[in-house]
């Protein structure tokens, strides 16, 4: 029946996308720790791979997520190591130690 048939797949998408979800969280820890531990280029590999998921699974990143990822070099970005961070007028300013690109945030 083709009704049926298209639920099925709808509900192989959405585990399709929570898989992808979960991928992306360990991927992200995976960057985090390599980060810290100087392993730039590995990191940047996990960053790699988390953005590819993201993208074919149509994810949206959450705020912590994005904070740590330079989204023009894919650096992991660890303050004080391969970011700097200030405050500025209200705003989180953040530096990509790698590349030299900023992001800017709110202050909450
Ligand atoms: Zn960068």
Redesign the pocket.
Known sequence: MRGYASVRRRDRRRMAKKIARERIDILFHLARERAEAGDLDLARRYVDLILRIARKYNIRLGREKKYHI??????F?VPGK?AQVRLKKGKVVVK??????YKRYPYR
Request: with cysteine; charged share 20%; net charge positive.
């Open positions: 330079c989204k023009r070099c894919h650096a970005l391969t990509c130690l790698e590349c030299g690109n």
